[in-house]
């Protein structure tokens, strides 16, 4: 497989609207990628829980109920797949779709993101770590390993949000040569937003290279799930020879919704590795070793 080693990224900053019928959102996403392709993007990043405004075509009064949401969402999965399979193709991009509530069992639900190209689906990502929120009141639990995306785009990886917050799930990525690091988010408080952001850089720093940001941004005062949004999509890199010093790529106004674009270049990433003014990624290792005084 060729890899393209540079190549335009997009990450959204997603509105969740109420939709009339799902005709009303697949013109939604068409447009939004559209939108993104016209710009040159070739990898589109939706953020979680972004599928969340699918529930508002049952009504309010199941658009209000925790559980009725996920029941509703599961039963969309494979028309919501089917879409972005076909936007993918029809754009030639490949799109990381806005995660959902999946129903795997009448007692197990995970957070599940697919990823999209134009040959198809590539699989699926499941989110790793659970909020409170998701684990004390949603019942959503953790699903299974993480997993390493082949593509012409590079190696990419999924964290789903809180994921993003943790070093050693990055670090598996990256030890498995993931270039490039997918985090869409959802976080309803400012607080939270800052919390996945840090946690974003901190992944570019020590891994030494891109994490694409994409949250949900605004108001669905009809879900309890999502009802608040706060965030401001962003691309990452490591502030290291090569990238900007304040390893802020792009990065959009804050709740404000619409794209933001940078170019990856994967040469970018194995140089830093190897010649950065630091070495975060190759001395990680050191961290680990026992005094020998």
């Excluded at 929120?133 to 990886?157: A, H, K, N």
């Excluded at 720093?205 to 940001?213: A, G, I, P, R, T």
């Excluded at 108001?219 to 949004?229: Q, Y």
């Excluded at 502030?239 to 792009?250: K, W």
Aim: net charge negative; with cysteine; hydrophobic share 45%.
């Amino acid at each position: 497989m060729q890899v393209m080693t540079r190549y335009r990224a997009a990450v959204a900053a997603y509105p969740l609207d109420w939709l009339s019928d799902w005709q009303a959102y697949e013109r939604k996403l068409t447009d939004w990628v559209s939108d993104a392709t016209r710009q040159g993007a070739s990898l589109l990043v939706f953020p979680e829980y972004a599928a969340m405004e699918l529930a508002s075509l049952a009504g309010k009064a199941v658009a209000a109920d925790l559980q009725q949401q996920i029941d509703v969402l599961s039963e969309r999965a494979v028309q919501i797949d089917a879409l972005h399979q076909d936007l993918a193709q029809r754009f030639n991009c490949y799109v990381l779709a806005g995660s959902l509530p999946l129903r795997l069992s009448p007692s197990r639900v995970v957070n599940r993101a697919r990823l999209f190209g134009p040959e198809g689906c590539l699989g699926y990502q499941d989110k790793q770590i659970m909020t409170r929120f998701e684990r004390e009141l949603w019942r959503v639990e953790s699903g299974d390993g993480l997993r390493v995306f082949d593509t012409p785009l590079g190696r990419l990886g999924i964290l789903i949000c809180y994921d993003s917050e943790f070093p050693l799930l990055g670090r598996q990525l990256a030890e498995a040569g993931v270039e490039v690091l997918l985090v869409p988010s959802c976080t309803d408080t400012l607080a939270g937003y800052w919390r996945v952001r840090i946690g974003a850089m901190a992944r570019a720093l020590e891994n030494q290279c891109y994490v694409l940001q994409a949250p949900t941004v605004g108001e669905a005062d009809w879900s309890p799930a999502v009802d608040e949004n706060v965030g401001a999509a962003a691309i990452y890199g490591p502030p290291d020879r090569g990238f900007p010093e304040t390893g802020v790529l792009a990065e959009g106004e804050l709740n404000q919704p619409g794209w933001v674009i940078a170019e990856i270049d994967l040469e970018a990433v194995a140089q830093v590795r190897e010649a950065g003014q630091v070495l975060n990624f190759k001395h990680w290792p050191e961290q680990f070793k026992k005094d020998e005084r």
